[in-house]
């Protein structure tokens, strides 16, 4: 049995958020998941007013009918700010996979990170599945990609990342394919003087991953080059043709498969000991009949 069990589906009812519908529809059918739907408004007033709330609900109830075709999904709305609101629901419930998508009110043009995207990122003690949205979609991505590929730091968190991809590959029934970047030193170029340096932390890096993939995912690829960890991780992905990143939180990382592919975020070691927290339910819940 799958280790996502209970999926948070936070929606803000655009049309990036209807983009992610066959991704949680198919999350439903292959892991048989409990999803909750949570939309969040700010402004407390506006839940107070029956006639709105009935209305937000009845949206909610019909992508969950419609949309996920989930019959027993859960239905929320709740106001306060929204990248904390998602937070304490993820703490207080035991949530093993929020999915989302990268845009929101506070994206910039340099950032191509929404601010409650970026929250959730960098405090979510589960897994975010970082969807870049309908205008930057494609197929065979996703929940649908025949090709994953994984980013590691060659860190404590190198056992749990690959566990999670070699987990991931075999329920897409996909290929896989391990890259990891060297740094070269701080301020320095690729000099021919340097390439004896840099082929023994090649050798060493691979070395470490291969170890890792006899002993997870044996048919697995490995990738490992000198250069910046973005431009490693993109230039991969797109060689790759892949359809997935899985990477702990490593941003640089995460922003490398912006306009390519979806993130699956790793919990790192830190938000994994975060314990839970009671939150009161603020707002009714709804089970779509």
Known sequence: MSAIQRVLFPIDLSSDCESLLPTVRKMIETWGAEVTLLHIVESRRWLRSKPEFGRLMAQMQEIAEGGLEARHAVCR?????????????????????VVMTAGGPGSLARNPLGSVADQVLAEAPCPVWLDWGSGRSRPESGMFARHICCALELDDSDEAVFGMATQFTAELEAALTVVHAVLPPAGQ?????????????????????????????PAAEITVEVGLGHAVVSRSIQLQNAGLLITPNRREAILAAEAECPVLRLATLTSCAAQPIEVPLRYAAARSA
């Open 77 to 97: 709305l709740e106001s306060g700010a929204p990248a904390d609101r998602i937070l304490q629901f993820v703490r207080a419930n035991r949530i093993d996979l």
């Open 189 to 217: 170029q690729l000099r021919p003087w340097d390439r004896a340096v840099h082929n023994r932390a090649l050798a060493k890096a691979r070395n470490r991953i291969d170890t890792l993939r006899q002993r997870f995912f």
